[in-house]
């Protein structure tokens, strides 16, 4: 059971779950094979004709790192496969962007609100009949620089001290993280209601929990189907030639 679930969890992250089948006298030995390795032949009609497993660097290619499996050698798992490609896409790979968008807009947003958490303070310095000069600039911006818990504050005329307001920062991120967050209950076909997220009613609830429901017994069936063919070499090696369901 766990290592079918590390097959599983393979094919719905990367989109590929390849399943090894070593087969031994009337025993057979089965080992998830990382998918970033492996790759699927197939002849001009399409048909998968066996798989190679590549352990060699990926900078370049050494045909001697290529180990070659026969197609009952190998339980290929494909969740979310588009048309008749050898691969299929997974759940996480078109989410990617999505994922990406969402976290560089919180780390934008908790570095907005740490530089400008506080309301930054203008000095103006001088007046038409007394301007300031360069070096009463510098030396004002330098004890502004170094503020720290200085509230009070004593000038005369020629200063006028005020407060830069940059408004609520956390609504300016707030549309944008709720349209991320909901793409990607899209992407995953995941219900907001499940997620605690909608406002919706029961019996809506109750619909949405169905539908996510039926999405996961779709996931299912693809699964034992291919189960299946590894429980029909196991009857096959035991000389039993039963149709598997």
């Known amino acids: 059971m766990l290592l079918l679930r590390e097959w599983i969890q393979e094919a719905l992250i990367k989109g ?53 499996f026969e197609v009952d050698e190998i339980a290929h798992l494909k969740i979310s496969a588009v048309g008749d490609s050898a691969y299929a896409i997974g759940l996480i790979y078109p989410a990617v962007m999505t994922v990406d968008n969402l976290l560089r807009a919180e780390k934008d947003m908790h570095i907005l ?35 720290h818990n200085q509230h009070e504050w004593a000038t005369d005329h020629r200063v006028e001290l005020k407060v830069v307001d940059f408004g609520n920062l956390a609504e300016k991120f707030t549309a944008l993280l709720e349209h991320d967050k909901e793409m990607l209950f899209y992407i995953f076909q995941t219900p907001a209601s499940i997620m605690g997220k909608a406002n919706i009613p ?13 999405r996961i017994q ?28």
């Open 202 to 214: 029961e019996g809506l609830a109750k619909s949405d929990l169905d539908t996510y429901e039926r």
């Open 218 to 245: 779709s996931i299912q069936a693809n699964v034992e189907r291919i189960v299946e063919q590894i429980f029909k070499i196991i009857l096959e090696m035991n000389g039993l030639a039963s149709k598997v369901e």
């Open 113 to 147: 609100n740490k530089r400008k958490s506080n309301s930054p303070i203008h000095a103006k310095l001088g007046t038409k009949e007394e301007p300031a000069s360069t070096s009463d600039v510098t030396d004002f911006g330098a004890r502004l620089e170094y503020l």
């Open 16 to 68: 590929n779950g390849f399943l090894e089948i070593g087969k031994s006298k009337n025993q057979i030995q089965l080992k998830v094979v990382n998918a970033n390795n492996m790759y699927v032949k197939r002849n001009k009609k399409g048909e998968v004709t066996g798989y190679n497993q590549y352990v060699g660097q990926m900078n370049r290619l050494d045909p001697t790192k290529i180990i070659p």
